[in-house]
């Protein structure tokens, strides 16, 4: 936090509106405002929330996911001829990825879903509950906090068979129609009711 209030204060202090704003500018910007959106403490505090929930997440999940293809050479193989196949109906092959073409990459995400499911990038989710909640005969007491523990949801071997395989052909049956099974971290994340909200410790 200290060094991410360096980086703001020396930013503040030029004068110039750069030509090319980042994050941090837009932020700047904001703050040199009259009666501006966010105060600078709260300012820092995004600043850090961004740096860890965007790389923290991402590199880990992308480097599971470069490990459990590469023990897997049918399922690399798979998604090899999955892109090939997107870049051969292509007029140009080096242009970027279309909607649609993201779309259609149905190995692609149970690629995704498999490593994320698998890697369990966020261990642990902190609500808190804001009145008396009951939940199937349970009731967690206003003012608790509740971990939600996305491995004991991913690793459930009575929604996922043999769990600790990775096997992304098993989103076939488990996506469709929605995208995602609701036991899985991207529902799991939706978990925020009126009476349980984020809360961290
Ligand atoms: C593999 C990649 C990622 C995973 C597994 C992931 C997972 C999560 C989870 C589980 C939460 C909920 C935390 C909670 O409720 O306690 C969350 C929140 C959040 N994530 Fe990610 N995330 C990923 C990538 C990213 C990226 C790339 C960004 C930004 C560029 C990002 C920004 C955020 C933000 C801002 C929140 C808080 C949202 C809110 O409070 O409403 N995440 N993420």
Known sequence: MKTLKQVLDERREKAETPERMDFIDVIVS???????ALSENLALNVLFLMIFASFETTSSGLTAALKFLSDNPKALQELE???QQIRERRADPDTGVTWEEYKSMKLT?????ESLRLANVAPVLFRKATQDVHIKGYTIPEGWIVMICPPAVHL????YEDPSVFNPWR???LSEPVGGSKDFIAKL?????????????
């Not at 904001?30 to 501006?36: R, S």
């Not at 995400?109 to 879903?113: A, D, E, K, L, T």
């Not at 994340?189 to 410790?201: G, H, P, T």
Request: proline content about 6%; aromatic content about 8%.
């Open 30 to 36: 904001e703050l040199n405002k009259q009666n501006p």
């Open 81 to 83: 001829e999955e892109h």
């Open 109 to 113: 995400s149970h690629v995704i879903n």
């Open 156 to 159: 459930n071997p009575t929604t």
């Open 171 to 173: 989103w076939k049956d």
């Open 189 to 201: 994340n939706a978990w925020s009711y009126n009476e349980l909200v984020r809360a961290s410790l």
